[in-house]
Structures are given as C-alpha cells and as structure tokens.
C-alpha cells in the first residue's frame, strides 16, 4: 500500500508559476512509475506528466510539453511537477498517482485507470 498526499497548490496569475509536490508513504516508492493528472470542473480528468521508477523518463501531455517538468527523489519519496508560464484553461485539481506496473523501456501509462494508488489532490488556480 502507498499513500499519496499532494501539496502546492494555490492561487497564481496567469504567467506564473507553482511547484507541486506528492509525498508517498511506504518504503517501495522507488519502485513505482508516477503520474501528473488534472481534472476541471465539468471536464474528465487528463493526463498531465509521468515518470518511470528512476526518473529518466519523463512523459506529457502536449497541453503542458515545454512549460511543465515532473521530476522525483526517491530518497525523500516525492515526486514534483514544476509548473511555469501557468495559463488560466490549466486551473485544476492536480492528483498525483503511482502505477506499481514495470515500465519497460519508453513504456509509459497516460490511462488513469491503470494507476493503482492515487492522492486527493490540490487545487490550481490560475487567474488571467
């Protein structure tokens, strides 16, 4: 079991920038992919940013590709999403979530419904 507790999250004019962290609990963090997702009010929860198990592949949504970053230290069992140059249509609940599946090579997981443990999330707001 891993339990995930998002944080970060707040209130930004359009052109800024935030640092989401998601902090897991359990000793196996290192060995499990982690995900980004996002979801609107009114609209289906999307795929964000992923990571594999040691952090050397990193995956996006084209709608963030260039602004965002995912990033992890698996010795403090976090992963981050470095949000930068923010627009107003990325105003979300931001979740984070691990996949205990094996990414082999430049496999990655963008379906929400195959991440096995998920946070709560935290809220972005951006203003324009």
């Known amino acids: 079991q891993v339990q995930l507790v998002e944080s970060g999250g707040g209130l930004v004019r359009a052109g800024g920038s935030l640092r989401l962290s998601c902090a897991a609990s359990?000793?196996?963090?290192?060995?499990?992919?982690m995900g980004w997702f996002r979801q609107a009010p009114g609209k289906e929860r999307e795929f964000v940013a992923a990571?594999?198990?040691?952090?050397?592949?990193?995956y996006y949504a084209d709608s963030v590709k260039g602004r965002f970053t995912i990033s992890r230290d698996n010795a403090k069992s976090t992963v981050y999403l470095q949000m930068n140059s923010l627009k107003p249509e990325d105003t979300a609940v931001y979740s984070c979530?691990?996949?205990?599946?094996?990414?082999?090579?430049?496999?990655?997981?963008?379906?929400?419904?195959?991440?096995?443990?998920w946070g709560q999330g935290t809220q972005v707001t951006v203003s324009s």
């Open positions: 359990g000793r196996t963090f290192s060995t499990y992919a």
């Open positions: 979530a691990a996949d205990r599946a094996y990414w082999f090579g430049t496999y990655y997981q963008r379906k929400a419904s195959e991440y096995d443990y």
């Open positions: 990571i594999n198990w040691g952090g050397a592949n990193t």
